[in-house]
């Protein structure tokens, strides 16, 4: 169950990267160019991961503590970063 989580949350980085690439776009603020960046990490991360993956994958230990850490700072990060995109947004008016 886990895993399925996990690549759920993998599909909603990609998204929310190219989101968050589309806002640095219009704003040219760097804080949106460094959410994208860092939701498009974990994709890249675990691309790596299974293409590396010598046979010992089964336990994947770095899922039990790397993705609650992962959460936490991406959700903040977001929530924060597109808080500063709206008030930006407010002051361009």
Same mark, same amino acid.
């Given at each position: 169950m886990l895993i399925l989580v996990y690549y759920l949350f993998l599909l909603i980085c990609a998204? $929310?990267? @190219?989101?968050?690439f589309a806002?640095?776009?219009h704003s040219k603020q760097g804080l949106q160019a460094l959410s994208a @960046? $860092?939701?498009l990490l974990?994709?890249?991360?675990? /691309?790596?991961?299974?293409?590396n993956c010598t046979g010992e994958c089964n336990i994947r @230990?770095?899922?039990?503590?790397?993705?609650?850490?992962e959460l936490l700072?991406?959700? /903040?990060?977001?929530?924060?970063?597109l808080?500063?995109?709206k008030k930006y947004s407010a002051h361009k008016r």
């Open positions: 998204a $929310m990267g @190219v989101f968050f806002l640095y776009i @960046v $860092m939701l974990p994709i890249a991360y675990e /691309t790596w991961v299974l293409e @230990v770095d899922l039990i503590v790397l993705f609650p850490v700072l991406l959700s /903040t990060l977001s929530l924060y970063s808080r500063r995109y």
